[in-house]
Nanobody, 122 residues
Framework: QVQLVESGGGLVQAGGSLRLSCAAS????????MGWFRQAPGKEREFVAA????????SHADSVKGRFTISRDNAKNTVYLQMNSLKPEDTAVYYC???????????????WGQGTQVTVSS
């Protein structure tokens, strides 16, 4: 199994920044990619960004391109989501996930963290 622990969420004003972290442990050698997803109340979980475990490839949803950046630290087995120019519509619970393949479909990811709340006030 792979254990994932997110941190870094909180309350921020519109235009502000936050950096989310996701620390992975366990059988991380089974991981091909890591993803960030978010879910707002009453909405489906949606793709935010993904990165290959090697860190060579990244992908970002159109809604966050130019504002959010996914990255990873190999030595720390940690994936980050730097979020800049935050908007109220970014308010959601953010989850990190690990899977075998570099995908945007949450169904392709096997292991999930507990989620961290991000609230952006206007």
């Amino acid at each position: 199994q792979v254990q994932l622990v997110e941190s870094g969420g909180g309350l921020v004003q519109a235009g502000g920044s936050l950096r989310l972290s996701c620390a992975a442990s366990g059988r991380t050698f089974t991981t091909g990619a890591m993803g960030w997803f978010r879910q707002a109340p009453g909405k489906e979980r949606e793709f935010v960004a993904a990165i290959t475990w090697s860190g060579g490839l990244t992908s970002h949803a159109d809604s966050v391109k130019g504002r959010f950046t996914i990255s990873r630290d190999n030595a720390k087995n940690t994936v980050y989501l730097q979020m800049n120019s935050l908007k109220p519509e970014d308010t959601a619970v953010y989850y990190c996930a690990s899977g075998l393949y570099f995908r945007s479909d949450p169904g392709e990811y096997r292991y999930w963290g507990q989620g961290t709340q991000v609230t952006v006030s206007s």
